[in-house]
């Protein structure tokens, strides 16, 4: 099979992926193409008319037949431009439908990507799957693809009236069809070819530009932007290239298709007036053929301009495709009911030789780990960057699935255990903080159906928010703004706590690493922490001694494996790799 044969049925498969977004909206598309027959045969009524009005009415002098053929031509016209009306409107109507269904469907299967996805996918070329791909596909996919249909029919029928009229120079017409058809394939594929280089192009840039957007007060504060806009430049310079060259081919196909025109049509006047002066043919059906060869280039025409819109949308659901691809969060089993009663609540947690890598090609950044943590038991992990302590969290949140070894969640296996089920018993505390331009409210609860008022009133004095809370004006109806720059990074920290507690949930994992917090926010934080580890079950990336300190075990990560493990006291007394990095992190502060 050729590569073009390939690219063919890759077409098909996506414009078939389209058309179940179509079929809910079947009554709309009926209406659009029960039109179909009447703008049909208008358009070959219309010539037809002409030719008769001419022949039998304008060259005998028949008057009164005239003002009713001319009624009748007028009639044919209007009923016409009503049918491709009806048409147009139903099946515009039948695309914006079909995409706005196909929007959401795309955005829903986003949210139900696994965290991994994101990790390895810079969130801007998410964001241009979801916005400027899909403003392409909805801008063509009607004018484009579904008008392909009428325009089919019509010029058939034109054909078929054309072969009616006089064969010899419809013949003449066919001759040239090959040519047109030969040069719009090969100007599809380079269309094709720089069509997807500019939207690939084009979600480089996106992607760079959101990312520098979110850091813009980062590129301010270093006195970065003259790098970072000649980046930009460049990316956009690759865009406007790729794009540039797709209108090249855009306007020359449609040249191209014009010309072919011209060239017909001078040749079918030529031979007609020939057989017009023999006396083979009318200068009616002469009038009539000419009126009519106009008509079918018109859609010759404007298959030209169809073929960039298809080429726009095939590149776009292409893009599109790719997303859908992504595997999303697999559907969690049916867990039978003597499992379900065993995870009512958190009893214990066990890694049994656990080790883990982000790829086969990767190396191993996990080692064989294993622990043991039961309900009430505090656990710090501690080592330099690179060690390992994030990565134990991703993978028991199961953020990551391809771990090899055991981890055991009161005795059963971590795979067999419902995502819902994990996250009501376990909650992770991120050291990045994100905020929506929600209430406060809305930023401690996210609407999740088990976190009341009462529980929302208690995570924040659990926490010591209920400080700075109380001091602003609406209180938890304050809005946030700007994701968080009407709060400290503090404030912003306790309420990410309080989001964590609010689930009440047991077992708290806790990255507790702060930046750029004021001394009172500070001590704040700090007692929200003193009070997670006297009351729940906590593993914590531990940086303040205090935590350290109060834990019942500490595991010293290097190089993905344990180095040591004890209390803070049994790993002094060893004056190992731990006082090692207790000595850095007492000269660091």
């Known amino acids: 099979m050729t590569m073009t044969n390939k690219n063919q049925i890759k077409d098909w498969k996506l414009l078939l992926q389209f058309s179940q977004y179509v079929k809910p909206h079947k009554s709309w598309l009926f209406f659009s193409f029960s039109a179909i027959p009447i703008t049909t045969a208008s358009t070959v009524l219309i010539p037809l008319l002409i030719v008769r009005i001419i022949d039998d009415y304008i060259i005998p002098g028949d008057l009164i037949g005239l003002r009713n053929m001319v009624s009748l031509l007028s009639g044919a016209i209007l009923a016409g431009y009503a049918a491709d009306g009806i048409y147009s409107y139903c099946l515009q109507r039948v695309g914006q439908l079909a995409i706005a269904q196909m929007r959401l469907s795309l955005y829903s299967h986003t949210l139900s990507l696994p965290r991994r996805y994101f990790d390895k996918t810079p969130i801007g070329l998410t964001l241009s799957r979801l916005t400027s791909d899909m403003e392409a596909l909805g801008e063509s996919i009607t004018i484009g693809v579904l008008s392909l249909l009428t325009d089919l029919i019509k010029t058939i029928s034109l054909f078929v009236f054309l072969f009616y009229l006089n064969w010899k120079l419809t013949l003449l017409i066919i001759i040239v069809l090959p040519a047109t058809y030969l040069i719009a394939s090969y100007l599809r594929k380079k ?80 031979n007609g007036s020939g057989q017009i ?139 067999e255990i419902p995502k819902k089920t994990l996250i009501e018993m376990i909650t992770m505390m991120q050291q990045d903080v994100f905020l929506f331009n929600e209430s406060l409210a809305f930023n401690i609860s996210l609407k999740r159906e088990k976190v009341s008022e009462e529980n929302i009133k208690q995570a924040i004095e659990y926490v010591y928010a209920d400080r700075f809370i109380e001091q602003l004006p609406e209180k938890l109806d304050y809005q946030i703004v700007d994701h968080g720059s009407n709060l400290s990074a503090g404030q912003g920290q306790l309420i990410s706590f309080a989001r964590a507690l609010a689930g009440n949930s047991e ?4 990255d507790e690493a702060t930046s750029s917090v004021d ?71």
């Open 191 to 270: 269309l094709r070819f720089y069509y997807n280089a500019a939207r690939a192009a084009l979600a480089e840039a996106t992607a760079f530009l959101q990312e520098c957007l979110n850091g813009i007060k980062t590129v301010q504060l270093y006195g970065a932007e003259k790098k970072v806009l000649q980046q930009f430049k460049e990316k956009n310079r690759r865009f406007r290239k790729s794009q540039t060259r797709s209108n090249a081919y855009d306007a020359a196909l449609f040249s191209v298709i014009e010309g072919l025109t011209s060239v017909t049509l001078v040749i079918i006047i030529w």
């Open 277 to 415: 002066l023999a006396k083979s043919i009318t200068i009616g059906v002469m009038i009539g053929f000419v009126n009519t060869l106009s008509k079918i280039f018109i859609p010759i025409r404007e298959f030209a301009q169809q073929l960039a819109m298809i080429q726009r949308a095939l590149s776009a659901l292409e893009h599109i495709h790719q997303l859908f691809s992504e595997k999303p969060e697999e559907n969690d089993k049916p867990v039978p009911d003597t499992l379900k009663k065993k995870l009512i609540e958190f009893e214990s947690l066990e890694f049994e030789n656990v080790s883990f890598r982000y790829s086969e090609k990767d190396p191993p950044v996990l080692r064989n780990i294993s622990f043991q943590l039961k309900k009430g038991e505090k656990m710090a992990l501690v080592g330099a960057t690179g060690a390992g302590k994030t990565t134990i969290l991703k993978v028991l949140t199961k953020t990551y699935l391809n771990y090899e070894g055991s981890i055991r969640l009161n005795g059963i296996e971590l795979v």
């Open 507 to 510: 077992l708290i994992l806790l």
């Open 519 to 589: 001394s009172i926010t500070e001590s704040y934080i700090q007692k929200a922490i003193e009070n997670i580890f006297a009351t729940k079950t906590a593993i914590a990336i531990a940086h303040r001694l205090s935590t350290i300190q109060k834990s019942d075990e500490i595991l010293v990560m290097k190089d993905g494996k344990i180095e040591e493990r004890g209390s803070h006291d049994t790993l002094i007394a060893l004056n190992g790799y731990y006082v090692q990095l207790l000595n850095k992190m007492h000269a660091e502060h």
